[in-house]
C-alpha cells in the first residue's frame, strides 16, 4: 500500500541544520511532484517545498528560500530536505507528500528549534 515515512527530525539550536527524509513505497516514486509541508501548534499545515518527479524544478515558500533545500533520490524513492539556519518559527510537525494528487499522510517528524 502507499505509504510515506518521516524521519530526522529533533531538537536544534537556532541557526542550526538538520536534515529530514521521506521514505516512500507503494506508487511510482518518480512519476510524482513531491513536497514538504509543515504544521505549527494551531496553525494550518503549509506548504514549505516542493520538487517536480525529475527534480528540475523546485519551488519554496519565502518564509524558507535560501535556508532550506529540497531534493529527491528516485533510485532510492526518498525525498529529502535541508534545512539549516533554522530559526525558532520553523518549530514545527513535518510532513511529506505528493504535491498533487495525496495519499494517506505520514505521521511526521518533529522540529524544534530552541536555545
Known amino acids: 500500500q502507499v505509504q510515506l515515512v518521516e524521519s530526522g527530525g529533533g531538537l536544534v539550536q537556532p541557526g542550526g541544520s538538520l536534515r529530514l527524509s521521506c521514505a516512500a513505497s507503494?506508487?511510482?516514486?518518480?512519476?510524482?511532484?513531491m513536497s514538504w509541508y509543515r504544521q505549527a501548534p494551531g496553525s494550518e499545515r503549509e506548504l514549505v517545498a516542493a520538487m517536480t518527479g525529475s527534480g528540475d524544478t523546485t519551488n519554496y515558500a519565502a518564509s524558507v528560500k535560501g535556508r532550506f533545500t529540497i531534493s529527491r533520490d528516485n533510485a532510492k524513492n526518498t525525498l529529502y530536505l535541508q534545512m539549516n539556519s533554522l530559526k525558532p518559527e520553523d518549530t514545527a510537525v513535518y510532513y511529506c507528500?505528493?504535491?498533487?494528487?495525496?495519499?494517506?499522510w505520514g505521521q511526521g517528524t518533529q522540529v524544534t528549534v530552541s536555545s
Open positions: 507528500n505528493r504535491l498533487l494528487g495525496k495519499i494517506p
Open positions: 507503494g506508487f511510482t516514486f518518480s512519476t510524482y511532484a
